[in-house]
């Protein structure tokens, strides 16, 4: 079982940056393949970015490729998205996910969800 608790969302204006961070508990946090997904308004939840295990592979929607970037801390049960040069349309609410092997871009395969946190980017 992994718990998972989503801090640093806020307010910020278009251009700027914010970091993201997602707690985990449980002590196979290491294994497990780690996702951030968001929802925007009147919009479907979409994948964002996802990291092995390892940390050593990654992958990201086009939509925020260059601008996001995605880690993790095995040592702190913690995955991290930075977010640079923000858009109006970045606005969501961004949550983290948790699966067993395999990155992954579906939603329906990933097992555990953190509450969510939101994210404003005004214009």
């Known amino acids: 079982q992994v718990q998972l608790v989503e801090s640093g969302g806020g307010l910020v204006q278009a251009g700027g940056s914010l970091r993201l961070s997602c707690a985990a508990s449980g002590r196979t946090f290491s294994t497990y393949i780690m996702a951030w997904f968001r929802r925007g308004p009147g919009k479907e939840r979409e994948f964002v970015a996802a990291i092995s295990w390892s940390g050593g592979r990654t992958d990201y929607a086009d939509s925020v490729k260059g601008r996001f970037t995605i880690s993790r801390d095995n040592a702190k049960n913690t995955v991290y998205l930075q977010m640079n040069s923000l858009k109006s349309e970045d606005t969501a609410v961004y949550y983290c996910?948790?699966?067993?092997?395999?990155?992954?871009?579906?939603?329906?395969?990933?097992?555990?969800w953190g509450q969510g946190t939101q994210v404003t980017v005004s214009s």
């Open positions: 996910a948790a699966k067993a092997a395999g990155i992954s871009r579906s939603d329906s395969l990933y097992d555990y």
